[in-house]
């Protein structure tokens, strides 16, 4: 039996619909920007599998990092054991986050660092005697798919069945020049009611709303309404992190600090699975008491896993070496120039940018999951690229390793789709 009748056999894969989808493409092999098949045929991975292997698939300088960490320490406790890997990366990562940002909490996923924030700011109020109850969110925002996450997720098309469940969130739209005054009204009604603990949000670029992007100086607005008030801000930057917006940070782009950040995805660079909460001395402080019972009672089997600290350690270091500086303005260049060389044409709607984040709406209407989305999907695959269209949006938000003939191949792949279809 190959590999894909095998892989029909017992598995179940993330957002498929097997019965129209049964059958999922075996990658063997991956290195740098490439992915390899059974055939020995390449994609080039223009999203990074998920935006996590930014430093490129199986980075060689993280490799030896972690070999070094396997034979060294592999897993222990994190609740009353600690150890030099997450000790250094708590260190690394107060270096370059938001001057304001002091603790670090461990988790395993986007979703998981989203709960934590979450429930630290339900507990931040709870332990200082308010009981605030409910989140804020935008409306077409993407938090993750655990239940405090997918509540705060109003993007979130298919959670029919589990609607009833939700925590309590009230929603906002993302803002723009034409709505942000009434934004702000809506934000200040519902703050009114005493009942707001936290406002959750993506900053400056929505990953899952098909890279929709809305300005700084808006979300600026709303993060020190916020924090006039007392409601806990919460920056998913799950997907901005690293470097991907073109500072270290989205955040570093708006005045107005988040309390809370919630980190993944490239943190651990496509190695392993893990994630971050930051938080500021002052909600870490809410924490601290004489009774147990205003302890933070959330942990996970593998949080802070050595080998998982190892990898995130050498992807931060990467990230700021200027090697990896440049080919961060080297992207953004070469979007830049190919940006102007389709934003006129006849099947684009419109484009975007920020940093090496590309998004390019075509003129035409699709379903997210329809059929016409399918058919560009193979497009590029045939042509040996692997993008994800997210409805009628194409995104490129490529390993920063691309090199300038791959990244020309997307460009070639994506004019040629405008050309004929
Ligand atoms: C991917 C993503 C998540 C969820 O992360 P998982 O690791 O898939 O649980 C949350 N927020 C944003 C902005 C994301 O892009």
Redesign the pocket.
């Known amino acids: 039996m190959t590999l894909k009748e095998r892989d029909k056999k017992h598995l179940w894969h993330p957002l498929t619909q097997h019965k129209i989808h049964p059958e999922a493409l075996p990658i063997v092999k991956a290195k740098g920007a490439l992915l390899f098949d059974e055939d020995d045929k390449t994609y080039i991975d223009g999203i990074a599998s998920?935006?996590t292997a930014m430093y490129g698939h199986c980075n060689d300088f993280i490799l030896e990092k972690v070999q070094e960490q396997m034979q060294q320490l592999d897993q222990i406790v994190f609740a009353g054991f600690t150890h030099k890997p997450a000790i250094e990366l708590s260190e690394e990562l107060i270096k370059i986050l938001p001057d304001n940002q002091e603790k670090i909490f461990f988790s395993?996923?986007?979703?998981?660092?989203?709960e934590v924030g979450i429930k630290m700011a339900l507990q931040y109020h709870f332990n200082k005697g308010e009981k605030r109850n409910t989140i804020i969110a935008f409306k077409d925002?993407?938090?993750?798919?655990?239940f405090g996450?997918m509540s705060a997720?109003g993007l979130s098309v298919y959670n029919g069945p589990f609607e009833d469940f939700f925590i309590n969130v009230k929603r906002i739209s993302t803002p723009n020049f034409e709505n942000i005054d009434n934004v702000i009204k809506q934000l200040q009604a519902y703050i009114k009611t005493n009942e707001v603990a936290a406002f959750i949000y993506?900053p400056l670029v929505?990953?899952?709303n098909a890279m929709h992007m809305y300005e700084a100086r808006y979300l600026d607005q709303i993060l020190s309404i916020c924090k006039e008030n007392n409601v806990i801000t919460i920056a998913?930057?799950?997907?901005?992190g690293f470097g991907k917006t073109g500072k270290l940070f989205a955040s570093e782009y708006i005045e107005t600090k988040p309390d809370i950040i919630?980190m993944?995805?490239a943190l651990t660079a496509g190695f392993v699975?893990m994630?971050v909460t930051s938080c500021t001395q002052e909600i870490y402080d809410a924490f601290l008491d004489d009774s147990v019972g205003k302890a933070f009672f959330h942990a996970h089997t593998y949080s802070a896993n050595p080998i998982a600290c190892s990898v995130a350690l050498a992807a931060v270091e990467l990230l700021q070496t200027e090697e990896f500086q440049n080919h961060i303005d080297r992207i953004i260049r070469a979007h830049k120039d190919f940006d102007t060389r389709i934003k006129e044409h006849s099947k684009v709607k419109t484009t975007r940018q920020k940093g090496v984040i590309y998004a390019l709406e075509l003129n035409i209407d699709m379903d997210r999951y329809g059929k016409k989305r399918y058919e560009i999907f193979d497009h590029f695959m045939q042509k040996g690229i692997f993008l994800r269209p997210l409805g009628n949006t194409i995104y490129i938000l490529a390993p920063y390793v691309i090199t300038d003939e791959q990244l020309n191949s997307v460009y070639d792949a994506i004019v040629e789709l405008l050309d004929t279809i």
Do not use: L, R
Request: glycine share 12%; no cysteine.
């Open positions: 998920w935006y395993d996923n986007g979703s998981t660092a989203n925002g993407f938090h993750g798919d655990t996450a997720s993506e929505q990953g899952a998913d930057e799950v997907m901005t919630s993944s995805k699975p994630a």
